[in-house]
RNA sequence: GCGUUCGUAGCUCAACUGGAUAGAGCGCCUGACUUCGGAUCAGGAGGUUGAGGGUUCAAAUCCUUCCGGGCGCACCA
């Protein structure tokens, strides 16, 4: 239940209704007309741009034509009891004392689902997929998060979900990781040192990995790197997965589905799916162009397959062949991006790395070649976390043995602040994290300000001996709110609308942001009661009305599932 | 050089995707608890939205030219 999608219905169907009576010959761009909460100084429910947008539209003066539309709503719409027209012709609608109560009552009777917005599709969101090759470090814990709260906003709005993980357990970073694992090994059980040079990983990690592989086979001589090889990564990615899937799961996010490179390659899909575009043409034999940006002396141009990606937007072609002839990293993800397609997604979700943005181009073009432009596929790009160590900038690397890992992070602060603050900003705008900062932040961390809200909302609850999921229903004709619960209650009514933008934009730091500003006007109305008893929510021990109940209960839901969403707990007490 | 993205208060960020006097937090200044939880509240100072031009009733938002930062630019993943 939007009210503004209501009443902008209502709206257009008395406009559209009565055109010749307004004076209006142009009607079909009424699109453009929207219904807001006006800015907090007025004192009404809504506001409609209608005349302004109408006068342009006819080149009619819009404050005759707003005195117009104001009479024909007025006489048409028994919900509005009251229009006024302010600034250039905005309509300015207070609700009528029977709309209020029915508004109310449907949010209370939709409680669980007040707010969302039914679009019932399936879709797939693929998001971490960090390498295999060690734990989770800080860097990835924006994507992570965002992925996991995009899902969940969008089952919220009744879509299915599948959350995947795209293990990239092929190619040369793997070579180099079992490498490590392996001497490692070969350290532990005959004292050979280990020597640190470029491809390898030095992390204290890959110890523990040899450590525990060495317990699990105590007859394996490990003397033949070639030979152990298969065995030996398999088990070293089951654990450097377990890290990850427990760094996820210390963040509260879990996967449904862990898709492996190597299968890909192992089961052919790759020619699978070349063979697929050769048919359209879209993959065929030739030459790439050099690269244009430094020149590099190693290029050499030779015959490869290649992926016409400039025939879907694409600034170059791409290359499917290493000059070696086997497959390139973008050919195995074309054939896991077919494989994805085959599942019958309405729509396929990648969440990358502020350094995967040019990815982007070609990967779209993949999926519109493969599904001839019948799956969409949307690539949400989080810009990159900037670290910082006591004030200096701090460059991470796996393979230099330098980074701080999630573990690190949550040793210092909790999950539920490490999510509202990573999720408390637009995805496309870096953010500064200096690690040696980030306790003392944490201290006044929004997070707290609304759990407390509810905290005390719960508190409150205790005392009077009610539950919050008691059904209260409204009956009375005489209804009346003081400023503070008008206030909230147009709060309240703007959260159908934040989720809607929310989800349809994948943006889901509104929400956060939603959540203080309810909050806000929560802790006021509180504190005023210290002030003023009559605006104490108790009187003689029971709560003071029942339209003070039921604004309470409102903030109480929409907090609730806000922070659901976010993924984020509700404490009763702090 | 090309692509992409950002630039808003001292700092970190919002702004319902074109709406009204651009809003919050932190920091700074002044105030508020013997009983519904002070992890709170009330108030103050702080702005030429990087710069110029354009589009219109209306621009932080759209177009354009600059300036400045991030990320990427054969084969790696």
């Known amino acids: 239940m939007n009210i503004f999608e209501i009443y902008l219905k209502k709206i257009n169907l008395v406009l559209s209704k009565n055109k010749e009576k ?45 005195k117009k539309i104001k009479d024909l709503l007025l006489s048409n719409l028994k919900d509005f009891k009251e229009i006024e027209i302010a600034g250039p012709g905005f309509l300015n609608i207070r609700f009528s004392n029977e709309a209020l109560i029915s508004n109310i009552n449907s949010i209370i009777e939709n409680r669980n689902s007040f707010g969302a917005k039914k679009t019932n599709k399936s879709f797939n969101i693929e998001f971490v997929s960090a390498n295999p090759t060690g734990p989770m470090h800080v860097g990835h814990c924006r994507g992570a998060i965002y992925g996991d709260v995009l899902s969940n906003l969008l089952k919220f709005n009744g879509n299915s979900v599948t959350k995947e993980y795209y293990i990239n357990d092929y190619g040369k970073q793997i070579q180099g990781f079992v490498k490590s694992v392996f001497l490692r090994i070969r350290e532990l059980k005959y004292g050979e040192k280990f020597i640190q040079k470029d491809d390898l990983y030095p992390g204290a990690y890959i110890i523990d990995i040899a450590k525990n592989i060495i317990k699990k086979n105590k007859n394996v001589k490990y003397e033949n790197f070639e030979e152990s090889f298969e065995a030996l990564k398999k088990e070293s990615l089951n654990f450097s997965m377990d ?19 190597t299968k890909i390659v192992e089961n052919k899909l790759v020619e699978k799916s070349i063979s697929h575009l050769k048919k359209k043409k879209y993959v065929v034999e030739g030459y790439l162009e050099p690269p244009k940006g430094e020149k590099d002396k190693n290029w050499k141009k030779i015959k490869r397959l290649i992926f016409k ?11 499917m062949q290493k000059n070696d002839g086997s497959w390139t990293y973008f050919a195995n993800d074309v054939a896991y991006h077919l494989d994805k397609i085959n ?3 309405d729509c396929l979700i990648n969440i990358l790395g502020a350094d995967h943005t040019g990815y982007i181009k070609r990967i779209s073009a993949a999926v519109k070649a493969l599904s001839e432009n019948k799956v969409e596929l949307q690539c949400k790009v989080c810009q990159l976390v900037k670290l910082f160590k006591k004030g200096k900038p701090f460059k991470m690397s796996k393979r230099a043995g330098e980074f701080i890992s999630v573990q690190d992070l949550l040793n210092e ?21 200096d690690f040696d900062k980030i306790l003392e932040k944490s201290k006044d961390n929004p997070v707290y300000y609304v759990q407390y809200s509810f905290a005390r ?20 004709d005489k209804f009346k709110l003081n400023d503070f619960e008008i206030k909230i209650l147009r709060k309240i009514f703007e959260w159908p609308k ?10 889901p730091h509104r929400i956060p942001y939603y959540l203080y500003e309810l909050a806000t006007l929560f802790h006021s109305y509180w504190s005023k009661g210290n002030q003023d008893p009559k605006y104490k929510f108790i009187k003689d ?15 109480a839901i929409v907090v609730q599932r806000g922070m659901n969403i976010l993924g984020v707990s509700l404490p009763e007490r702090m």
């Open 457 to 476: 909302i719960s508190s409150l609850f205790r005392s009077l001996n009610l539950d919050l999921n008691d059904k209260v229903v409204l009956k009375k």
């Open 243 to 261: 890290l990850i899937k427990s760094d996820l799961n210390n963040l509260g996010i879990k996967h449904d589905k862990f898709f492996s490179e």
């Open 309 to 319: 990606s400039t025939k879907f937007g694409d600034d170059t072609d791409r290359a």
């Open 22 to 66: 307004l004076g209006l010959k142009d009607f079909n761009n009424y699109k453009n007309i929207t219904i807001e909460t006006p800015p907090s100084d007025f004192d009404f429910d809504l506001s409609c741009n209608a005349a302004l947008v109408l006068a342009k539209l006819n080149k009619i003066n819009p404050t005759l034509l707003s």
């Open 541 to 555: 021990g029971k709560i003071k009305n029942i339209e003070t109940y039921i604004i309470i209960t409102l903030v």
């Open 343 to 345: 599942r019958n997604y």
């Open 498 to 507: 934040i989720i809607e933008i929310s989800s349809s934009k994948f943006e």
């Open 413 to 433: 602060v909790d999950k539920d602040s490490i999510r509202f603050m990573l999720l408390n900003r637009s995805n496309d705008v870096e953010i500064d994290f």
